[in-house]
């Protein structure tokens, strides 16, 4: 996906000032629900369940060419093709070249964050190859030709009138205003696709490495549909997606579900090992395994390897206040959010990116439900150090910095510019004490006023006259 | 005991007297109160601006200014976090500061926290007639639990009583430079914060971190409202306000 984070503030801009996309976003009920699931499951037993996922995932993480290695031989083993990816790129050419071997025509989707990364669906029409998404979101962000706004409710930003007068659009059918009627008429569309296609195309939540497997987690049984209908299956997930044992899947799912959409399960829940085999009724003929790599890989090692611990549950966006204010869209790539402030640098690099980790207050909503631990505002803090470390913060900043560091390693002198300042801060306060426009921080008096101090002097000067 | 007071650069300079009601606030429970004269700041803007040796320079100065008290306190959530929670980060390739860092960070507290849990005293000194709502401001909050503590301390206040507030535990968009950088969305951010504060029907709002309190006042006063009062819980509590 073409990256514009470049435009952040202008898009955060527009998302504030338009009342729908407001309103979408107060709809967003994950955290309520989630809320709940943690309660029933007992806060303390949770937090106990966090620190083993943590730990599950750096196992992984901390010796990950292994585990990789081990779930090639074993899913190799199994029948299945494991082929890699280094870029979003070669994510194409990979599915291209199966799609030319297998003559195939008509490609099924399942949600796929990673299918974004690699602009899936244009290159596939470019092959010759119809993409339909069949996730419900996905489906509508496809006819609306919108990228997804969150990684698991990717059209939370589109209300039910906008996708009635898509569907119109699209359907050709009279407009129905029931969310109900709405999901049928896209359900029946799915249906005939589902039933020609030659190929299926998912994510993967996660690879288990025991057993060669992929393990699916999803809400509309279309996950089933993809993985089993057509003659051909293709998982592409990301390289930092394998754990190494059933046991470790199943302290994962414990947490994943309840993190992301406050369920206990998922309606539905797959782990699918090997193509069809002679016994099985159904499934594919063949199946392939792309793993991506796409920078993740340049993470190891370095100080923002705690985020390749991410199971894309989506907690840390359903409980940011800056995404819940300037919505998906806003952050500019394929991941919105906390994690995608971090991720979104981190893959496509840091002079790419700008805003995105500084657009951060760092309150530590995110971290605190992490499901894996991940120390999402320590990141943003280490990628606004590269920053300044490598010069991509405006001259201006960085010498107010050097001022104010300056001035308190030298007290004398703080306390001279600190005693003037409040000075001239409370004239510019006036009667009021509240100042309206403040030179160099415009930003801050654009939407509130600057309380100005009192009148008497700093806590420094008070103190040293009463110690007199 | 001795105790070191942080008086914070932000109470410095825009509200001397939350720094006058925390040290009564401690003098009153009896403690021993040092202010060092020459402390300036924890260093936290620069640590969260990715100024790594602005934010080392100046805790090496305020490890030398409070090594020798007994503890030490900052009205400040996000102050005494920096102290407790960042310093250990901020000397991570340093072993001998970082030993006396983790030294200090273990005295450190923030105000409530150390009234409550260390002094743990049962009066305090202020009076209030009225109902307020209060704001848990995000460092102490997630960094360090203060959540119970100013709550306990607001129920030893006559006269006081708490409406609290929808989503108190939502930050108020402050987030230091960020409210400078991102002043549309961290406007936003406080307008919702107001507006909660509002629906709650208290007169005042009480929060225990000079960030939020400029950004919650400077907000509800653009926005016209001229007597929901802005209160830090020192102030409060020392009845001072």
């Given at each position: ?9 202008q898009r ?33 037993k ?33 029948g ?29 989707k ?8 690699a ?35 990717p059209?939370?930003?589109k ?24 999901t ?24 288990i ?64 090992t090997?193509?069809r ?8 003929e ?5 793993l ?20 894309r ?6 409980h940011?206040p ?17 994690m ?18 500084q ?36 001259g201006?900043?960085i ?22 300042g ?47 | ?14 509200r ?91 005295r ?53 009583r ?13 987030g ?44 509800l ?19 001072r306000?």
């Amino acid at each position: 996906m073409q990256i514009r984070s470049v435009h952040f503030k202008q898009r955060a801009s527009a998302a504030i000032a338009n009342p729908e996309t407001q309103k979408r976003m107060a709809s967003l009920g994950f955290a309520a629900r989630r809320a709940d699931r943690v309660a029933e499951f007992g806060a303390a037993k949770f937090e106990a369940q966090r620190a083993a996922a943590a730990a599950v995932r750096d196992r992984s993480i901390g010796d990950l060419a292994t585990w990789i290695e081990r779930f090639e031989t074993v899913a190799t083993r199994r029948g299945a093709t494991v082929l890699y990816a280094n870029n979003a790129k070669e994510v194409g050419e990979r599915v291209v070249a199966i799609c030319r071997d297998h003559r195939l025509t008509k490609a099924i989707k399942s949600k796929s964050m990673l299918s974004e990364e690699a602009d899936l669906n244009l290159v596939l029409a470019a092959a010759g190859v119809q993409p339909v998404e069949t996730d419900l979101g996905e489906y509508i962000c496809q006819l609306a030709d919108d990228p997804p706004s969150h990684i698991i409710a990717p059209a939370m930003h589109k209300s039910r009138d906008e996708i009635a007068d898509l569907f119109v659009k699209h359907h050709g059918t009279p407009r129905l205003d029931e969310a109900a009627l709405l999901t049928r008429e896209a359900r029946e569309r799915l249906r005939s696709h589902f039933l020609s296609a030659d190929l299926g195309i998912s994510g993967g939540n996660f690879l288990i490495a025991e057993t060669g497997s992929v393990a699916l987690v999803t809400n509309e049984g279309n996950g089933r549909m993809v993985t089993t209908l057509p003659r051909v299956h293709i998982v592409i997930t990301g390289i930092e997606k394998v754990v190494p044992t059933l046991e470790d899947l199943a302290t994962l799912m414990r947490l994943l579900p309840r993190s992301a959409t406050g369920q206990n399960i998922s309606n539905y829940f797959s782990v699918l090992t090997g193509p069809r085999g002679r016994a099985d009724t159904d499934g594919p003929e063949h199946l392939y395994f792309i793993l991506v790599d796409n920078g993740r890989s340049s993470l190891v090692g370095g100080e923002l390897q705690d985020m390749l611990r991410c199971i894309r549950c989506g907690a840390c966006m359903n409980h940011c206040p800056v995404y819940k204010t300037v919505g998906g869209h806003s952050y500019g790539w394929v991941y919105p959010g906390p994690m995608g402030s971090v991720l979104t640098p981190a893959f496509m690099g840091l002079a790419n990116a700008l805003d995105l980790p500084q657009a951060s207050t760092l309150c530590g909503a995110c971290s605190v439900v992490c499901p894996v631990k991940i120390p999402l505002p320590g990141l943003l803090r280490s990628l606004r150090e590269r920053q300044v470390q490598a010069r991509l913060r405006p001259g201006q900043e960085i010498f107010g910095l050097k001022l104010w560091s300056f001035a308190a390693r030298h007290p004398w002198l703080y306390a001279i510019l600190s005693r003037w300042g409040a000075r001239v801060l409370r004239l510019l306060g006036g009667s009021s004490g509240m100042i309206s426009r403040l030179p160099l921080a415009s930003g801050w008096t654009s939407g509130r006023y600057f309380p100005a101090p009192p009148r008497g002097g700093t806590f420094r000067d008070r103190y040293a006259a009463l110690r007199k | 005991m001795r105790v070191g007071l942080i008086v914070t650069c932000l109470v410095d300079l825009m509200r001397p007297g939350v720094g006058f009601a925390a040290l009564e606030l401690l003098e009153s429970a009896g403690c021993e109160v040092t202010v060092p004269a020459k402390q300036t700041c924890c260093g936290q803007p620069g640590w969260n601006s990715g100024d790594r040796g602005s934010a080392r320079a100046l805790a090496m100065k305020l490890l030398d200014e409070f090594s020798d008290c007994d503890y030490v306190v900052a009205p400040s959530g996000s102050c005494a976090g920096m102290v407790k929670v960042h310093y250990a980060d901020v000397f991570k390739d340093d072993e001998y500061q970082l030993a006396r860092a983790k030294k200090l960070a273990a005295r450190t507290h923030e105000l409530t926290d150390f009234l409550v849990n260390i002094l743990k005293i049962e009066r305090v000194p202020g009076t209030f007639a009225g109902t307020v709502t209060y704001h848990d401001s995000c460092s102490g909050l997630r960094e360090l639990g203060v959540k119970a503590q100013p709550r306990a301390l607001l129920a030893m206040v006559p006269g006081l009583r708490l409406a609290e507030m929808s989503e108190s535990e939502t930050c108020c968009g402050f987030g230091g430079s960020f409210a400078i950088k991102f002043g549309d969305i961290s406007a936003q951010m406080a307008a919702a914060k107001c507006a909660h504060i509002r629906a709650s029907g208290a007169s005042a709002v009480v929060l225990g971190d000079l960030g939020c309190m400029l950004n919650i006042e400077g907000r509800l006063r653009k926005e016209g409202d001229t007597t929901t009062q802005v209160l830090h819980i020192a102030e409060v509590l020392a009845g001072r306000k």
